[in-house]
C-alpha cells in the first residue's frame, strides 16, 4: 500500500518528544547508577505490555513503582520522589523544529502516550510548543497500553479519521511496527535505539532525528 501524507501525526511522549533525564537524576541523587535507568525503563514497559497481553491493566506510574521495587532498595517514598520527576521533563532540541515543519505544513498534531494525562501537556509547555499540538491522548482513558491495535485505532477514532490518515512517530521501534500494523503510517526516528529492530516491520519513515523523520513525512504524496 502506498502511504500518503498525514492528516494527523500522533507522536510518543517519553523519550520521544521529552526527555527522562530529570528522571533519571532523581534516582542518581537517591545513590542509584545512571545505568540503572534503562533497565528500569524497559521493565515499566514490560510490565504494561504484559498487563495489556494478559487482559489487565495497571497505570504507567504503578508500572515504574513495580520496576523500581525489582531493581532499587528504594523507599516508597523516595520511588514516589523520582515518579514525581516525569512531571518535570521538557522537549528534546528536536521537538520544537520537527513540530513546526508539521504545522506549518497544516498537517493537525496530537500526542500519544500510555503515561499520565497532564504530563504531555506540562512537558510541551515548558518547551513553549504546547501551542502546535491539538490535543493530548492518554490510553488510560481505555484501559491499555501500546502497542495494541486498540489503542492506535481509538487515537484515529479521537481524531476523526480512518488508520491510514493518521501517523504514529516515536524513537521506539516496537511503537512504530505496533502503529503500522494497525494501518497507521509510522516514522522512526534512530535518536534513541540508533538501529531499527530487524524483527519488526521497516519503517515507512525514518530518520536521524524527529526533523529528518517530519520531512519524510511532508514529502508523502497527498492524498488523492
Not at 80 to 91: E, N, W
Not at 132 to 158: D, T
Not at 203 to 214: N, Q, T, W
Request: glycine residues 8%; contains cysteine.
Amino acid at each position: 500500500m502506498t502511504r500518503t501524507r498525514p492528516v494527523v501525526v500522533a507522536f510518543d511522549v517519553n523519550e520521544t518528544l521529552l526527555d527522562l533525564s530529570p528522571v533519571r537524576q532523581a534516582l542518581v541523587d537517591r545513590g542509584v547508577s545512571a545505568e540503572l535507568f534503562p533497565a528500569v525503563f524497559s521493565r515499566t514497559l514490560g510490565t504494561g505490555f504484559a498487563g495489556t497481553v494478559a487482559g489487565s491493566w495497571c497505570r504507567f506510574r504503578d508500572a515504574f513503582d513495580t520496576a523500581l521495587v525489582q531493581l532499587t532498595d528504594l523507599s516508597a517514598a523516595d520511588r514516589s520522589a523520582v515518579a514525581d520527576r516525569f512531571a518535570d521533563t521538557s522537549p528534546h532540541p528536536d521537538v520544537a523544529p520537527a513540530l513546526e515543519l508539521l504545522a506549518d505544513a497544516g498537517v493537525r498534531l496530537v500526542t500519544l502516550t500510555h503515561g499520565a494525562p497532564g504530563i504531555a501537556e506540562a512537558g510541551l509547555a515548558r518547551g513553549g510548543v504546547a501551542h502546535l499540538v491539538e490535543r493530548s491522548l492518554s490510553s488510560e482513558a481505555i484501559r491499555a497500553w501500546k502497542p495494541a491495535r486498540e489503542v492506535y485505532l481509538w487515537a484515529a477514532g479521537v481524531c476523526d479519521v480512518v488508520p491510514a490518515d493518521l501517523a504514529l512517530v516515536a524513537v521506539h521501534a516496537w511503537d512504530v511496527h505496533g502503529a503500522q500494523r494497525a494501518g497507521l503510517t509510522g516514522g522512526w526516528s534512530a535518536r534513541t535505539e540508533r538501529r531499527h529492530a530487524p524483527v519488526f516491520d521497516p519503517p515507512h519513515v525514518s530518520g536521524e532525528d524527529l526533523v529528518a523523520v517530519a520531512q519524510g513525512l511532508v514529502s508523502l504524496p497527498p492524498t488523492g
